[in-house]
Structures are given as structure tokens and as C-alpha cells.
């Protein structure tokens, strides 16, 4: 049973570009949320979709946007990146929306704003 | 606004110690609290949570951890650490009201053989 998957695994990127991130969440999972961990600190959640809607939104600005295909999988898109965004990007899905339904992460894109 | 703080950056010790790491939330309502660890090139795992009932609850790897409500607590135990328990430590919270989980900044535990 494949867990979360994400690509791809690393990417560098200049300022004011944009960037596509991809997550297919574990098998059964049909809600995904996406997360920012910057270098030394703890994860930051950017957004949650389900049912391809974005349901929870954290303190990200509109350059952070995403979407959620029929197949559950998902994609997290940044625009205008800048410097402040290199950072690792975690997916993580669980079987609906739930607060009891444990969130299982993937690996991880590490993005790099040079 | 929830939000987590965990107190130690840095914990080193050696084998055979026993360990406690810290974790203090700040939420009015009803919360989940979890446990998760980072191994050295691995992705993050849950370690344990709680949800309601016993305050103490027992994860994987011998962890366990105990939820304090009036000192919105949830530290994080281990009565003998192994070299292999060298890894970034991150405490959660999520509220009933959402789905979002809000993380401390982790502690970085390296256990010395």
C-alpha cells in the first residue's frame, strides 16, 4: 500500500517564478492538506481540500493556491515566489475531515528561491 | 488563535537516559494533541494522540505522554532512550472546530551511544 507521494522530491527556482507541487495522497485518503516547514521550525498549514474545494485556509496569501482533482490527488501552486519561501512543502491526507482521522505525511518537495 | 510551544530547541543525552520534552498549547476549546517524529531523511510519523479519556496514553517505540488540562500540557516520555531515538521531535494541536494541525518548532533529540 503506497503511502503519500509527492513530487518532485527537490526544486530550485528564481524570484518571481512560479512553482507546481504535486501530492497523491494514501490509498483511501480522500482529504489532503499541505503544509510549509521552513528551515528549523515546526510545519505551518497552508491549506485543506476535500471534495475538490480548499475547505481551511492558514495565514498564506493568494499567491499559495491549490487544487484537488476527482482522483483525490492535489496540487499546490506558488506564484511571484520570493527568497522567504525556500522552504520544505509537506502533503499529508487522511480519509475525510474528521478530527479523529490521523493525517498521514509524504516526504516532502524541498523548494529552493534563489 | 491556537498555538504551541515546545521548550527545549537542543536535547542531547546518552543511551539509557530517560527522557521528557515539553509541550504547552494555548487553546480555550476541546483539542486533539499528537506526538510526531522526524527520523534523520525520513518523513514525518505519528508517534501518539490523544483525543479524550486516560490523560496518558502510550504510542509506539515505548513513548508515552500525558495530556495536563489545567496546565495545557502534553509532554512527551520515555523512560530509557536509544541511539536509535535520535530524531526531531514535533508536538500538534488541533481544535474540534477544525482540521488544521498547528505545530511547536520541534526538538532535536540526539541520543549518544
Known amino acids: 500500500d503506497a503511502g503519500v507521494t509527492q513530487s518532485p522530491t527537490h526544486l530550485i527556482k528564481t524570484r518571481g517564478q512560479q512553482v507546481t507541487l504535486r501530492c497523491s495522497p494514501k490509498?483511501?485518503?480522500?482529504?489532503v492538506s499541505w503544509y510549509q516547514q521552513a528551515l528549523g521550525q515546526g510545519p505551518q498549514f497552508i491549506f485543506q481540500?476535500?471534495?475538490?474545494?480548499?475547505?481551511q485556509r492558514g495565514n498564506f496569501p493568494d499567491r499559495f493556491s491549490g487544487h484537488q482533482f476527482p482522483n483525490y490527488s492535489s496540487e499546490l501552486n506558488v506564484n511571484a515566489l520570493l527568497l522567504g519561501d525556500s522552504a520544505l512543502y509537506l502533503c499529508?491526507?487522511?480519509?475525510?475531515?474528521?478530527?479523529?482521522?490521523?493525517?498521514?505525511f509524504g516526504p516532502g518537495t524541498r523548494l529552493t528561491v534563489l | 488563535a491556537q498555538s504551541v510551544s515546545q521548550h527545549n530547541h537542543h536535547v542531547i543525552l546518552s543511551e539509557a537516559a530517560s527522557l521528557e520534552l515539553g509541550c504547552n498549547y494555548s487553546?480555550?476549546?476541546?483539542?486533539?494533541l499528537f506526538w510526531y517524529v522526524q527520523y534523520p531523511g525520513q518523513h514525518l510519523q505519528l508517534l501518539l494522540k490523544?483525543?479524550?479519556?486516560?490523560?496518558l496514553v502510550k504510542g509506539i517505540k515505548g513513548f508515552e505522554a500525558e495530556f495536563i488540562k489545567s496546565k495545557f500540557s502534553f509532554n512527551l516520555r520515555k523512560p530509557s532512550v536509544q541511539w536509535s531515538d535520535t530524531a526531531e521531535y514535533f508536538c500538534?494541536?488541533?481544535?474540534?472546530?477544525?482540521?488544521?494541525?498547528?505545530f511547536g518548532g520541534g526538538t532535536r533529540l540526539m541520543v549518544k551511544p
Open positions: 499529508a491526507s487522511s480519509p475525510g475531515l474528521g478530527p479523529s482521522n490521523e493525517q498521514f
Open positions: 490509498s483511501g485518503h480522500d482529504t
Open positions: 481540500y476535500y471534495e475538490e474545494e480548499e475547505r
Open positions: 487553546y480555550g476549546g476541546t483539542v486533539n
Open positions: 490523544y483525543f479524550s479519556g486516560d490523560p
Open positions: 500538534a494541536v488541533r481544535s474540534n472546530a477544525g482540521n488544521m494541525l498547528t
